[in-house]
């Protein structure tokens, strides 16, 4: 009998640097959101256009270091906007911003 072969089940993860509003405690865990091919196309597209505008910036500045990605979720109307936004926590790099 031939070994199955294993298969990714998940390709990567990200932090979150924080929500808004913040998160109720009643909220699962975790929140499932299932997109078409399609449309996973056009999020990478909108994602790499964003990524494309903040990599533009002066990193060695501290706008430049604040600059990220806001993945705006309207569940209701099933949605994902990809917007400008800006990190307030701790670098990747374990740094503390001002």
């Not at 091919?37 to 056009?42: D, G, T, V």
């Amino acid at each position: 009998m031939a070994k199955e072969i294993k298969t990714k089940k998940s390709f990567g993860s990200v932090r979150i640097d924080h929500t808004s509003p913040a998160v109720p405690e009643a909220m699962p865990k975790a929140l499932n959101l299932h997109i078409s091919f399609e449309e996973a196309m056009r999020l990478h597209l909108g994602l790499g256009q964003a990524l494309a505008k903040l990599n533009s910036y002066d990193r060695s500045t501290k706008a430049g270091k604040k600059s990220a990605v806001n993945l705006c979720v309207y569940a209701h109307a099933g949605r994902i906007t990809i917007n400008e936004g800006t990190v307030r926590g701790v670098t990747s790099t374990g740094s503390e911003k001002e």
